[in-house]
């Protein structure tokens, strides 16, 4: 490497970095005031519902991805380095894969909705919401992979502020005007909405021109990365579903 080039890693990586860095703050600090607003506003069993109800989202939105958020992120800078025209053959079969799977997870939920409802004690609208958030959540975590691939932390930030700002104002708004947990519900599909309308704003899905391999993809990237985050999702957001 020469100085030159190695200047603009550096340069990069930095950049990289503070942008990571403030995309981690903003979602902390959104987090923290959503659930203190949420606290104060709405009663103890409604606090409830909405906590089991994300993490229950959560935990399914990862099964839905399955685990090609990490294949995204490690395969792109990869074929960038090589050279390939393979990105968006991966793009493209990410993107459905991601999609038809997440979309049959959030049907499965809604049809079975009144079954769930009852297991999970929550009411049947948070389960429909529910199902809603996990196929928005699975193509919002798709383009945020994408982003991540590309090392454009700079728009990852900016779309992270946007869809927190989005979605604690629509709570608080949906809140104090008597909607109870239905704002924090409607909130979190602004979320991923938002993250949605700019993802597709800045990921461009070009032309297919190289053949991967979508075995190998599956196999050897993705499923792997997908049980790690199911085992993580389990321990950590399946204490909170249990005892709320």
Do not use: C
Request: net charge positive; proline share 2%.
């Amino acid at each position: 490497l020469t100085n030159g080039s190695m200047g603009k890693i550096i340069d990069q990586l930095v950049s990289n970095s503070i942008y990571l860095t403030i995309s981690y703050i903003t979602a902390s600090v959104f987090s923290f005031l959503f659930w203190l607003v949420l606290a104060k506003l709405l009663l103890p069993s409604e606090y409830g519902i909405i906590s089991t109800t994300i993490n229950f989202s959560l935990l399914l939105a990862s099964i839905g991805i399955f685990g090609f958020n990490v294949s995204i992120i490690k395969l792109i800078p990869e074929y960038l380095v090589r050279q390939t025209n393979k990105i968006s053959s991966l793009l493209r079969f990410s993107f459905r894969f991601t999609v038809i799977f997440g979309f049959l997870i959030g049907l499965m939920l809604m049809l079975l909705s009144n079954n769930i409802s009852q297991f999970l004690k929550l009411p049947t609208t948070a389960i429909n919401f529910a199902s809603v958030i996990v196929v928005l959540m699975v193509v919002a975590t798709f383009f945020d992979s994408v982003l991540r691939g590309f090392q454009n932390m700079k728009v990852i930030a900016l779309i992270q502020f946007t869809g927190q700002l989005t979605k604690l104002s629509i709570t608080v708004a949906l809140v104090l005007m008597g909607f109870s947990y239905f704002g924090p519900l409607v909130g979190f599909v602004s979320l991923y909405l938002v993250m949605i309308l700019l993802g597709v704003k800045f990921v461009k899905f070009h032309k297919e021109t190289g053949k991967i391999d979508s075995k190998q993809i599956l196999l050897r990237y993705s499923f792997p990365a997908f049980i790690s985050i199911l085992i993580s999702y389990v321990f950590s957001s399946g204490r909170y579903i249990i005892l709320n």
